[in-house]
């Protein structure tokens, strides 16, 4: 599913973000990513997506190398892949329902499609009964979770969590990595990455440690 090897990603005039990452992660596996601010989680994960090329060494995602991409085809890659952000980046005046359908409306879904998967993934979520409502009227918890249908309402076959916690309270932190757990065993390949150890270690899953963008440490549990 996800190869790295040799994988190093220099900015220009910075120290390298990452430097020499190799790592395999299967088909169907759920696995943490964690490491200090700084650490290169987000580059590794933008790495993963084919929001970057790696400057030297191979990433190759669902069989596909990313540095040999051809731009026409990255558009196709990522909407496959499901991206969750510390914050959701909701459009305020759309409803929560038509935040959650954007992804159909722009792949030209029919209606009743759209409506289909839309109102099914808001059940997943616990969302349904706010379909109508806005962004500016739900807690950061619900918000949170509408950023989570919206990436999961095309199937993706990868989801990839950049700190999807980091604004909640360990309590709402916890209920969403369960949530994550869910879409697990629905068959996503689940990467997370967080800062916060100690809310991963209440979950048995293999943990990545990220430390000046290197790869020290692989855990599995």
């Given at each position: 599913m996800i190869h790295l090897s040799n994988v190093t990603k220099r900015y220009s005039g910075k120290r390298d973000a990452l430097s020499e990452i190799t790592l395999h992660i299967d088909t169907g596996e759920m696995v943490f990513l964690t490491g200090h601010?700084?650490?290169?989680?987000?580059t590794l994960l933008k790495l993963i997506a084919a929001i970057e090329k790696p400057s030297t060494g191979e990433v190759i995602v669902n069989g596909q190398n990313i540095h040999r991409l051809k731009q026409h085809a990255v558009p196709r890659l990522r909407r496959q892949i499901g991206l969750i952000f510390q914050?959701?980046?909701?459009?305020?005046?759309?409803?929560?329902?038509e935040n959650v359908a954007l992804p159909l409306v722009i792949e030209g879904l029919r209606h009743k499609e759209i409506t289909s998967r839309t109102h099914a993934v808001l059940g997943q979520v616990g969302?349904?009964?706010?379909?109508?409502?806005?962004?500016?009227?739900?807690?950061?918890?619900?918000?949170?979770?509408?950023?989570i249908a919206r990436a999961i309402v095309t199937k993706p076959f990868l989801l990839l969590a950049d700190e999807p916690t980091g604004n909640l309270d360990p309590g709402l932190a916890e209920q969403m990595i369960r949530l994550f757990e869910c879409f697990n065993q629905m068959g996503m390949?689940?990467?997370i990455a967080s800062h916060n150890l100690a809310l991963l270690r209440q979950f048995k899953r293999r943990t990545l440690t990220l430390d000046a963008g290197r790869l020290c440490g692989d855990e599995k549990q």
């Open positions: 601010s700084g650490a290169g989680k987000s914050t959701p980046y909701l459009l305020r005046k759309q409803t929560v329902f969302l349904l009964d706010l379909a109508k409502a806005f962004p500016d009227a739900l807690s950061c918890g619900e918000q949170q979770r509408v950023g390949t689940t990467l």
